[in-house]
């Protein structure tokens, strides 16, 4: 192979982005689930023949994302490369793998360029129903939650592996839907491998190890160098959440040092008999995210840039949830893990962390009853999503109703309703919602959802910070917690387990808000008065909040 200068490997590396941006664009175009479709719940990411992720597609969560960088590791150790051949794709949903919970199948694709194993592709996102109990915290293991799938072939040298694909339909209440977001993953794996052979056939390359090892050890000396501006120092912080059965503590401890960041959630409650637990993987995507999104945010995410930044936690922990725990409702407490770590960072950089947000997305897993399958009513499950506000920033008020640190997007309301018999009435910002301070928090929504027909909905709940609000920094107030009722003057819900919206009633759902920062007192006055005019604040908070 030509020897390769830093202009053409830059040239290379922003071909390569492009690459992986259009794999993942592939996935949500050729998507049936509304999930993947309108709210992006997905990665997509070219890897060298090590294994070593090279690049990932902007759209996707952190936890699809950063669980693919090691999943993709640990396929490669278990299928072996020699047992690979050019057409093969292989796929797994298994949590401890893959990204933490069945609902997620991650496939990859060995990319060969004149015969030879160059790299892979591999892409995950949400299948909306694998059976079992389905997506809700109900389960007592993970054999309560559906179909789990073992690493093995889904196309096998072209071919599409036609028994695996009758269980997967025989084994959900989605058999269309499931079917068509597997051909979607194959096709955006198909696709990055193509463009990516594509790519080195234009620049002449027999192989990506040097393009690989200088996008790795560049983005590598990258993150030290980041880390080399935060004070070393070892930094304890710890973050209350609702849970299931009872009340749960997040610990953490973040040890900095001159090149390397290290979590360790020693101390964390033990897991729970519900499907809240969280495996380590999981918890580590976030918290590793949560880091990089303050430390080094500019340097790409890659397998150099996410080298120096480690997470362990006791075996058994809520945080380290061990086989056969039962782990559907993962993110609910996996997407706090920023907050407790931001506890932590605050300490070293507090000029640089936001307060705390509502973090965690509130989901909504809805499904037809059983008595309406019986009498032969639409069967469905569709799952939606809605976020509340971010925690206000240094310098700047939070964001309201945003995907933090999720990325998922909100479910777009004709879609929901195109898709089951649902109504959505309401839809709005809430007003008051977001903790004041110098810097205001973000605000929640408030929707109102309803039974479009004659037949009672199920609905699976498991939110957090119903009880916990997102505390606020250097003074600022707390944000708004969340509420669930029927009808208005329903009483509030706890915020996990099974639910019945009854035909003609209401499903009152409120998302919170994010916390302050500084004094309100300090707040500039014409922002004070924006705020009332935009009617995101009452007139009547703003006289009580910023006096």
């Not at 959440?241 to 101390?267: R, W």
């Not at 500019?298 to 006791?314: E, H, M, Q, T, Y």
């Not at 039962?326 to 070293?348: E, F, K, W």
């Not at 004709?414 to 903790?435: H, N």
Request: proline share 6%; with cysteine.
């Amino acid at each position: 192979m030509k020897e390769l200068d830093n202009t053409k490997l830059q040239v290379l590396w922003n071909r390569l982005l492009a690459v992986v941006e259009e794999q993942g664009q592939a996935l949500i175009r050729a998507a049936f689930s509304p999930i993947v479709r309108e709210c992006g719940d997905i990665s997509a990411g070219i890897f060298d023949h090590q294994g070593r992720m090279l690049a990932q597609a902007v759209t996707g969560t952190p936890g699809h994302i950063n669980t693919m960088a090691e999943a993709v590791l640990t396929l490669r150790v278990l299928i072996n490369p020699e047992n690979m051949k050019p057409g093969d794709i292989y796929v797994t949903n298994d949590p401890w793998i893959a990204s933490g919970h069945l609902n997620d199948f991650l496939l990859l694709m060995p990319v060969f360029h004149n015969q030879n194993l160059v790299g892979y592709t591999s892409c995950t996102s949400h299948l909306v129903d694998l059976g079992g109990l389905g997506m809700g915290p109900e389960g007592s293991d993970i054999y309560d939650e559906g179909l789990l799938i073992p690493p093995c072939k889904l196309v096998d040298g072209g071919e599409i592996n036609a028994l695996l694909m009758d269980i997967v339909r025989a084994n959900s209440r989605e058999p269309i839907a499931n079917e068509g977001d597997i051909y979607a993953l194959t096709a955006c794996c198909e696709r990055g491998a193509s463009r990516l052979v594509e790519m080195m056939d234009e620049f002449e390359l027999d192989d990506l190890d040097s393009l690989a090892n200088y996008i790795v050890d560049t983005s590598k000396r990258g993150s030290e160098m980041a880390i080399l501006e935060v004070p070393n120092g070892v930094y304890k912080s710890s973050l209350m959440v609702e849970g299931y059965e009872t009340d749960v503590e997040l610990k953490a401890t973040l040890t900095i040092s001159d090149n390397e960041m290290l979590v360790d959630f020693d101390g964390t409650d033990p897991c729970s008999k519900k499907g809240i637990n969280v495996p380590l993987n999981y918890a580590t995507a976030y918290t590793v995210f949560a880091l990089r999104c303050i430390v080094g945010s500019d340097i790409p995410n890659n397998a150099g840039s996410l080298a120096p930044f480690k997470v362990v936690a006791p075996k058994g922990c809520i945080l380290n949830a061990q086989a056969p725990a039962p782990v559907a409702m993962r993110h609910t407490i996996g997407q706090l893990t920023p907050d407790l770590v931001y506890g932590c960072l605050h300490q070293a950089v507090p000029d640089k962390v936001p307060a705390e947000g509502a973090s965690c997305m509130y989901d909504l897993p809805l499904r037809n009853t059983p008595e309406t399958a019986q009498k032969g009513g639409q069967q469905f499950a569709l799952e939606l999503v809605f976020n509340g506000g971010t925690g206000a920033r240094p310098g700047k008020d939070g964001l309201s109703a945003t995907a933090f640190p999720s990325g998922v997007w909100g479910s777009q309301v004709e879609t929901t309703e195109s898709a089951a018999p649902v109504l959505i009435t309401k839809r709005e910002l809430r007003i008051d919602s977001g903790g004041a301070g110098r810097y205001r928090g973000g605000l929640g929504q408030s929707i109102e959802l309803e039974p479009s027909g004659d037949d009672d909905l199920l609905l699976f709940l498991s939110v957090e910070r119903v009880r916990f609000a997102a505390r606020g920094r250097q003074g600022g107030k707390p944000g708004s917690v969340g509420r669930i009722s029927i009808g208005y003057d329903g009483e509030s819900l706890p915020g996990k387990g099974l639910l019945r919206i009854p035909a003609n009633e209401t499903l009152i759902f409120e998302t919170p808000g994010g916390g302050g920062m500084g004094n309100p007192c300090e707040r500039d006055p014409e922002s004070i008065t924006a705020d009332v005019r935009d009617g995101l604040v009452s007139t009547e908070n703003a006289s009580l909040d910023y006096v």
